[in-house]
């Protein structure tokens, strides 16, 4: 299972970035998928994923109103697109699958056993 992330890099506050994870069609049509941050001396955290049942979404309520999670199966790519970027969203953030993705399971309440490397995201003026 290969999960590779793109689109990180340096931001000013308030600005965007819109995050790419190249996954496999399989993990996306039957995995919970979603993206995870790390930032400087904090735990791992779930910022937002999609359910494999029923594509519902979760999101953490630090980005809800400005995180758009979404995925194209065509492609197959997960992505992030993240508006209004605060410095307190600084991190790296990595994307991950759960293979066993119960049915009818809240996505944030998953086993995520395969992860990307991450990618850096670094809010700054």
């Known amino acids: 299972v290969q999960l590779v992330e793109s689109g990180g890099g340096l931001v000013q506050p308030g600005g965007s970035l819109r995050l790419s994870c190249v996954a496999s069609k399989a993990i996306l049509d039957y995995y919970h998928i979603g993206w995870f941050r790390q930032a400087p001396g904090k735990d791992r955290e779930v910022v937002s994923c999609i359910a494999s049942s029923d594509s519902s979404t979760y999101y953490a309520d630090a980005v809800k109103g400005r995180f758009t999670i979404s995925r194209d199966n065509a492609k197959p790519t997960l992505y992030l697109q993240m508006n209004n970027l605060q410095t307190e969203d600084t991190g790296v953030y990595y994307c991950?699958?759960?293979?066993?993705?119960?049915?009818?399971?809240?996505?944030?309440?998953?086993?995520?056993?395969?992860w990307g490397q991450g990618t850096e995201i670094t809010v700054s003026s």
């Open positions: 991950a699958a759960d293979p066993v993705a119960m049915y009818g399971q809240n996505c944030r309440e998953g086993t995520y056993e395969y």
